[in-house]
């Protein structure tokens, strides 16, 4: 079983302040999400990460493949209130071949950004 | 625009009774999944449906659990004499072709509450 383990599960923090979210599994995946969820609606995706060692930059936010495609991160810099919310990531195995894309998810962080 | 729609939003139940949700996928999307969100386990997968394949169910926790397609778009998820260990959101999502890299939409989800 394929498992992903997400962490910290709650963090609370002051404007301004950086971030870092960890994905970690001992499974490799074929690639990894990263989604947001904001509370009575689905998450919805931010980025994908496919390369081993790959990074990705959406604004103020960086995510990185780990280089042996088992772990990723998602960093936050000078959080804003704005980036209060659920954040998932989500992992896509080999296994499915072309039946892909059922995601595995973390347990999810829950951030509160604090003005 | 149209996105994946579900009904109802919410749903209260007695114990022992059956349940039907209601998904629509975005239109010309081929796959189809299920997935359940609670907060002793997070988000998890449950059933996937792709073009006329047959549906991926390995993710049902139990034979209470069902789910159909019909003509290839909207999805129902039955679940038979409700359990409390039931309550959660159910989010259904949808991709155009199911492939690994495909970004899934998600809907806002049923909140299923058995009393």
């Known amino acids: 079983t394929q498992l992903l383990e997400q962490s910290p599960q709650f963090l609370s923090i002051q404007e301004g302040e950086n971030l870092t979210v960890y994905c970690n599994s001992s499974?490799?995946?074929?690639?990894l999400q990263w989604y947001r969820q904001e509370p009575g609606e689905g998450p919805v995706l931010l980025v994908t990460v496919v390369t081993g060692g790959e990074v990705k930059k959406l604004k103020r936010l960086t995510f990185q493949f780990g280089d042996a495609r088992k772990d990723s991160s998602l960093h936050i810099t000078a959080a804003q209130p704005g980036d209060t919310g659920l954040y998932l990531c989500?992992?896509?195995?080999?296994?499915?071949?072309?039946?892909?894309?059922?995601?595995?998810f973390g347990q999810g962080t829950e951030l509160s950004v604090k003005p | 625009g149209a996105g994946v729609s579900q009904s109802p939003s919410n749903k209260v139940t007695e114990k022992g009774k059956d349940v039907e949700l209601r998904c629509d996928p975005i239109s010309g999307h081929t796959a189809l999944y299920w997935y359940r969100q609670s907060l002793g386990q997070g988000l998890e997968f449950l059933i996937y449906f792709q073009g006329n394949s047959a549906p991926d169910k390995s993710g049902l926790p139990s034979d209470r659990f069902s789910a159909e397609r019909t003509g290839g778009s909207v999805s129902t998820l039955t679940i038979q004499r409700t359990q409390q260990e039931d309550s959660a959101v159910y989010l259904c999502a949808s991709s155009f072709q199911g492939v690994v890299l495909d970004t899934q939409y998600f809907g806002p989800g049923t909140r299923l509450t058995v009393l």
């Open positions: 989500a992992g896509v195995g080999f296994r499915f071949g072309n039946q892909g894309g059922k995601l595995i």
């Open positions: 499974s490799v995946f074929s690639s």
